[in-house]
């Protein structure tokens, strides 16, 4: 079992950035795929970015490619979501996720296919 705590949200202007640290305790290592979801209010959680156990795979939605870049730090135990060109519709929940991984390449999209999750940082990006 792995336990995730993200830190790194805050209030951030139209255009700036802010780096979303996710750090997993318990069984951790490079045995999970890890993912990046938000939620805003009212709406359902949605997929932001996904990075294989390897770590050599990413993906991400198409609403933040080329802003939003995802990384580990293996010896921390560490997942980064780095946010950049932050605009106004990206203000949700952010929470980071472990999924238990077919192969090491694999990505994962839903969230059933996540077993852990995180408790969240809020990220209010103001125009």
């Known amino acids: 079992q792995v336990q995730l705590v993200e830190s790194g949200g805050g209030l951030v202007q139209v255009g700036g950035s802010l780096r979303l640290s996710c750090a997993a305790s318990g069984r951790t290592g490079a045995m999970y795929a890890m993912g990046w979801f938000r939620q805003a209010p009212g709406k359902e959680r949605e997929f932001v970015s996904t990075?294989?156990?390897?770590?050599?795979?990413?993906d991400y939605t198409d609403s933040v490619k080329g802003r939003f870049t995802i990384s580990r730090d293996r010896a921390n135990n560490t997942v980064y979501l780095q946010m950049n060109s932050l605009k106004p519709e990206d203000t949700a929940v952010y929470y980071c996720a472990a999924a238990v991984p077919v192969y090491s390449g694999r990505l994962y999209y839903r969230t059933d296919d996540y077993s852990y999750w995180g408790q969240g940082t809020q990220v209010t990006v103001s125009s």
């Open positions: 990075m294989s156990r390897s770590g050599t795979v990413t």
